[in-house]
């Protein structure tokens, strides 16, 4: 789904492992005023999420890439975290995941496409397996 600066907001299709800038397109592409300042173009979108496309004239802070429904990367009733779509932060409150390797778990996502299982978040720089034994509990994919 997209909203804010692009000339088509809603619902569009897309081709498995596509990036914000191929999905600009097929909104119908930018309206005038918007700011691609704090967008990744290059960032790999996945079936479901909402992307924001922000305007010079936004007055508050608006999550770029969210994921409907399943909103902030809580995956369960049980708190467990999707690491494919958890923000900064949630990454943080897990058991020894400081800010620098959370920051390298959402570039590696950004990279690399989405976790296919949870031990795969070992290939992240920062995670070995005695950091994976602490978390594994806590997260799923």
Do not use: H
């Amino acid at each position: 789904m997209w909203l804010g600066a692009v000339k088509k907001e809603g619902v569009i299709k897309i081709k498995e492992n596509s990036r914000i800038i191929d999905a600009i397109g097929e909104a119908g592409g930018l309206t005038k005023d918007a700011d691609l300042k704090k967008v990744n173009l290059a960032y790999s979108i996945n079936d479901g999420q909402k992307i924001y496309i922000p305007s010079i004239n936004d007055k508050e802070e608006f999550e770029i890439v969210s994921n409907g429904i399943n909103e902030g990367g809580v995956a369960n009733e049980k708190g467990m975290v999707n690491i494919n779509t958890a923000t900064q932060t949630q990454l943080e409150e897990l058991s020894g995941i400081g800010p620098s390797t959370a920051s390298s778990i959402i570039s590696y996502r950004q990279e690399k496409g989405k976790f296919k299982s949870i031990d795969e978040i070992k290939n992240v720089s920062g995670i070995g397996e005695a950091k994976y034994n602490k978390i594994k509990e806590n997260i799923c994919v």
